[in-house]
């Protein structure tokens, strides 16, 4: 069990809240994880009394937690700790009043603003001016940080003046998968891997986040970001930091983050013939990007390929080859790490040679696989054949495999713990956009428009082309 705590959440009607948030929090009560004077207050503008909003979280509940996981008796315990407050945090000081009285002293105290970012200046200041937090309170932010380098400054600025680093948790909520702390684990936890980490021994990397959905409902907010905001700048390059980063002293937050930090600073400028975007089509009737976004002129990239390069001595001459999009083939997101060749061989069968490669699962099916060169069994001779060494965690673990918490859950029980090791320190968040900005702005001043690809395809038909032209392939998405 966690410690007790009071954690007010701003924005809890949201889509958010009520997708991951509250049905999270539930599920780690259900576990036991969290304890009996704990308190959960819901926060945001509508017009609720505490039973209105509980009546909100039962229906998330009902809506976004399995059925074996539903227990009504748990469900209404859980409900009595909930609380809710009726906020307008631009404006009036009633809502802020009634705040104060609920928040109790010598319980761990957390705030999440899960709200626009735009909000994040009010509710910093409101917490402040109203004595309601103090030098051990937390608080939790949502991406997006920032949607470039002025404004994530702006932002961290802004959060500092308020805060101090120690107390701010941004959520990537890609830190949260159990396969992406699990990375940690295989690196430095075995002797096997490390030895062959680097550009020696490991030909290129590739990072795939292939999503089925499209933009939908959302095409407005969408259409300012596009995927390399939403996705790149945040989610594929955390990836990418763990699977580069040179071993840090310790797991500990500090030195897990100046190790990433280091990473992200080595990234190179990607010229524009290393990038490709795309827009998903039209078909059979459904719409396409350009309609989602209701903006036929629009040039915000629903698919984007990237090939970037880390300058240091561990991966010089390593390319990572990052790809992630809406509305493609299958909803599969993994990280490919592909070795080279052994430098002599001894076999005849060159033609049954592959190379080894270890792909790490982030969804579906978490797990880890590795693909290793065998004797095809039989009297036909020495002929070789690939097998995967498989470790799917479902299999390998039981029940608790299978059982894997999800992202949310973890995190919000990591700032309750008061761990930041899966949380982007202000430094790391503005070394990406820093990296990420001139990429934005080439494409923008050149006037590219993103190539058409079929929704149900592996993107656009130039994004193969990134990868041909070196003598490699994608992996399929499936
Ligand atoms: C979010 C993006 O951060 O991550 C979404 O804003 C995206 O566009 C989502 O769909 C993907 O998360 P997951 O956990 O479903 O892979």
Same mark, same amino acid.
């Given at each position: 069990p966690v410690e007790v705590f009071d954690l007010v959440i701003f924005g809890a009607t949201g889509d958010l809240a009520r997708r991951k948030i509250l049905p999270g929090l539930y599920r780690r009560y259900l576990a036991g994880q969290?304890?009996?004077?704990s308190r959960i207050i819901g926060a945001a503008r509508?017009? $609720?009394?505490a039973e209105g909003f509980r009546q909100l979280v039962r229906d998330a509940i009902a809506e976004f937690v399995a059925a074996d996981k539903r227990d009504t008796a748990v469900i209404e315990d859980f409900l009595s700790h909930l609380d809710y407050v009726s906020i307008d945090a631009a404006k009036g000081d009633q809502g802020w009043k009634s705040l104060k009285a609920m928040i109790r002293q010598g319980v761990v105290q957390a705030f999440y @603003?899960?709200?626009?970012?735009?909000l994040f200046g009010d509710l910093a200041e409101k917490l402040h001016d109203h004595g309601?937090?103090?030098?051990e309170s937390r608080i939790v932010v949502e991406k997006p @940080?920032?949607?470039d380098l002025a404004s994530a400054q702006a932002l961290n600025a802004m959060l500092a003046s308020h805060f101090e680093e120690r107390q701010i948790y941004r959520i990537d909520h890609y830190l949260g998968k159990e396969t992406v702390q699990n990375l940690m684990a295989v690196r430095f936890a075995n002797i096997l891997f490390e030895p062959l980490w680097n550009s020696q021994f490991i030909d290129h990397v590739q990072i795939t986040v292939g999503?089925?959905? /499209?933009?939908?409902?959302?095409g407005a907010y969408y259409d300012k970001s596009g995927a390399m905001r939403d996705m790149v700048q945040n989610h594929l390059m955390q990836l990418l930091c763990l699977i580069a980063?040179?071993?840090?002293?310790? @797991?500990d937050p500090n030195a897990v983050r100046d190790e990433k930090l280091k990473v992200i600073r080595a990234l190179q400028p990607v010229p524009a013939e290393d990038i490709v975007r795309g827009q998903y089509l039209p078909m059979n009737g459904a719409p396409g990007y350009l309609e989602d976004c209701e903006d036929p002129e629009s040039k915000t990239e629903s698919y984007i390929a990237l090939k970037v390069h880390v300058a240091n001595w561990r991966w010089k001459g390593t390319p990572f080859y990052l790809r992630t999009g809406k509305?493609?083939?299958?909803?599969a997101s993994e990280i490919a790490i592909t070795f080279k060749e052994p430098?002599?061989?001894? @076999?005849?069968?060159?033609?049954g040679w592959r190379e080894n490669v270890l792909v790490i699962r $982030?969804?579906?099916?978490?797990g880890m696989n590795l693909k290793v060169m065998i004797k095809e069994p039989g009297?036909?001779?020495m002929r070789l054949t690939q097998v995967p060494l498989d470790m799917s965690f479902a299999d390998a673990l039981g029940a608790e495999g299978a059982d894997i918490p999800d992202a949310y859950e973890r995190l919000i029980m990591d700032v309750i713990r008061g761990n930041q090791t899966l949380f982007m320190r202000g430094d790391e968040v503005e070394a990406a956009w820093a990296w990420t900005d001139p990429i934005i702005k080439g494409w923008e001043a050149r006037g590219d428009r993103p190539h058409g690809y079929d929704p /149900?395809?592996?993107?656009?038909?130039?994004a193969l082309m990134l990868m041909h032209r070196d003598g490699r392939r994608w992996r399929e998405i499936k």
């Open positions: 969290i304890t009996g004077e509508t017009d $609720l009394d @603003f899960s709200v626009a970012p735009s309601i937090a103090h030098s @940080f920032g949607r999503e089925t959905v /499209g933009v939908e409902g959302r980063m040179e071993p840090p002293y310790h @797991f509305k493609l083939r299958a909803r430098p002599h061989s001894i @076999f005849d069968d060159a033609a $982030l969804q579906p099916n978490e009297p036909g001779g /149900g395809s592996s993107g656009p038909e130039d």
